[in-house]
């Protein structure tokens, strides 16, 4: 079931409420595996940011089964689970946040 009023998108049980400035991330939207144009809006980050990210990229740190899955098909849909990509984002900024004081230090 996909519906849409303007303000929100409702899929399933994902349940995610557009603001005027942008998304407030719903707890139920958490634990879902989601189509890339919802995650980007969820995520804040572009699409071609989204997929950069994934390990088959050098570079990349998103790990597929853990983080996103591909279908069974060339042109099937990337499903992203949201809780997993946001935790990895938060531990990626808190890294460099560190590295970063450590750097300022020397």
Not at 72 to 84: G, P
């Amino acid at each position: 079931m996909l519906s849409t009023n303007g303000y929100g998108i409702g899929i399933g049980d994902l349940n995610l409420c557009f603001l005027k400035n942008g998304l407030k991330k719903s707890a139920q939207a958490k634990n879902a595996w989601v189509k890339t144009a919802v995650a980007i809006n969820f995520l804040n980050v572009s699409a071609q940011t989204l997929k950069r990210y994934r390990s088959i990229n050098e570079g990349g740190f998103l790990l597929e089964g853990k983080h996103y899955r591909s279908g069974l098909h060339s042109n099937s849909s990337i499903l992203w689970d949201l809780e997993a990509v946001e935790e990895e984002f938060i531990h990626r900024g808190l890294v460099r946040v560190q590295a970063d004081k450590v750097l300022a230090e020397v």
